[in-house]
């Protein structure tokens, strides 16, 4: 669990990344002093302008230290491939958001239905030509059900049949979030 400070530390290195993407500067360095912000951790970057995504990047496992994920994601976010031909501007940076979810371990599930809980659990579903992934927000922003959130997953971001998940071939595995951001709700 990160602490107040951890957070908002994490979403300062998030907001100068993006900035200095969005304006041609150097990416900041930053050695925070947090045990928790020095281990490794899966994390992802989120970008908002209002409801609007802007970019969505991140990491299952953390290569390095989490302050360090958060800064390659939210720059990779900046260069998301769903946004190339319209990237994050200097102009815009006021309206972005910027949300952090730092990840659980990847658990594989044998009986999704049974083993996944809406809201509290993303998903990663691996099949021989395509995964994808949802984070469990999603779950609550979109109002699906168990079946629509992994048949979506399968079929809008894996590449593969909506009832994909079904099948021994491929393998559904799940992970919970530590969620935070920049627009906390009231």
Known sequence: MLSDGDKKTLLRIARETI????????APHVQPESEALKAPCGAFVTMKNG?????CIG?????GPLHETVREMASA????????GEPVTAGELDEIDIEISVLS????VADPLAEIELGRHGIYVRGSYG???FLPQVATETGWSKEEFLSHCCAG???LPPDAWKSPDVTVSRFEAEIFGEKEPD
């Open 105 to 108: 371990p990847l658990e594989t």
């Open 131 to 133: 995964s994808g992934c």
């Open 157 to 159: 971001k894996a590449g």
């Open 51 to 55: 409801e609007r995504l802007r970019g």
């Open 77 to 84: 976010a900046t260069r998301d491939p769903r946004f190339l």
């Open 19 to 26: 900035t200095a993407a969005a304006t041609g500067l150097a």
């Open 59 to 63: 990491t299952f496992v953390g290569r």
